[in-house]
C-alpha cells in the first residue's frame, strides 16, 4: 500500500513540475520576444537622411519596423523579401504604411549597409540595447507591424525568405479590426 501511494504522489508530482515547467516557457517567451498585441515603446529616432520618427507610433494606419544588424547572414538572406515587401507594401498603402528599417549598428555602418544593398525603406539605428529590448528585437533579423494604436499586429523573428512570409506580413496589414493577425516567432 506505501509503494502505491509513493508511485502516485511521485506521479503528480511530475506532473506538477512539467506544468511549471510548461508556464516557465510561456513566461520566458512572453517576457522576451514579440507577441500579438503587445504595446511597443515610442522611441524617437532619425533616419539617415535626417527625417525625425517615432517608432511604435504611425504616422499612418501602420507602421512595420525591420529590425536588422550589417554583419547578421540571416539579414542579409532576409533583405531582398523585406525590400520586395516594402515595394508592395508602398505601392498598395502610400504612405498610410511606413516602412523603416532599425539596424543595430552606427549610423555610418548603416549607410554603407543601406548604400550597398540599395533599400527602399528609410533606415534608423537604434545603439541603445534598453530600446531594442523594448521591442523584444534582441534577436535579428525580426519584422514587426504595428497598428496606429503602437501594438503588434505581425511579428516574424528570424528570417522572412518566402512568398508565404511576404503574403502574411500582407494580410495583417489589410486588417482594420482590433485584433492582431498571424504571427510567427521563430528562431532561424
Keep these: 500500500m506505501g509503494l502505491l501511494g509513493a508511485c502516485a504522489l511521485v506521479a503528480v508530482l511530475a506532473w506538477q513540475n512539467r506544468e511549471l515547467r510548461e508556464e516557465r516557457r510561456w513566461f520566458v517567451t512572453r517576457t522576451t520576444e514579440p507577441y500579438l498585441g503587445m504595446y511597443v515603446p515610442q522611441v524617437e529616432a532619425t533616419t539617415l537622411d535626417g527625417a525625425a520618427h517615432v517608432l511604435g507610433a504611425p504616422s499612418g494606419t501602420f507602421q512595420v519596423l525591420y529590425f536588422f544588424t550589417p554583419t547578421c547572414p540571416y539579414s542579409r538572406r532576409s533583405l531582398p523579401r523585406v ?40 533606415v534608423t539605428t537604434l545603439t541603445d540595447r534598453r530600446h531594442v529590448m523594448l521591442f523584444r528585437a534582441h534577436n535579428v533579423p525580426a519584422l514587426l507591424a504595428l497598428d496606429r494604436d503602437g501594438r503588434l499586429r505581425y511579428a516574424r523573428v528570424g528570417t522572412f525568405d518566402t512568398k508565404e512570409r511576404m503574403q502574411e506580413l500582407l494580410a495583417a496589414l489589410q486588417r482594420t479590426d482590433a485584433s492582431p493577425a498571424l504571427a510567427t516567432v521563430e528562431e532561424r
Design 83 to 122: 525590400a520586395e515587401a516594402a515595394r508592395r507594401i508602398a505601392q498598395a498603402h502610400g504612405p498610410d504604411v511606413e516602412v523603416l528599417g532599425v539596424c543595430h549598428c552606427t549610423p555610418a555602418q548603416a549607410r554603407a549597409y543601406a548604400d550597398a544593398h540599395r533599400l527602399p525603406f528609410a
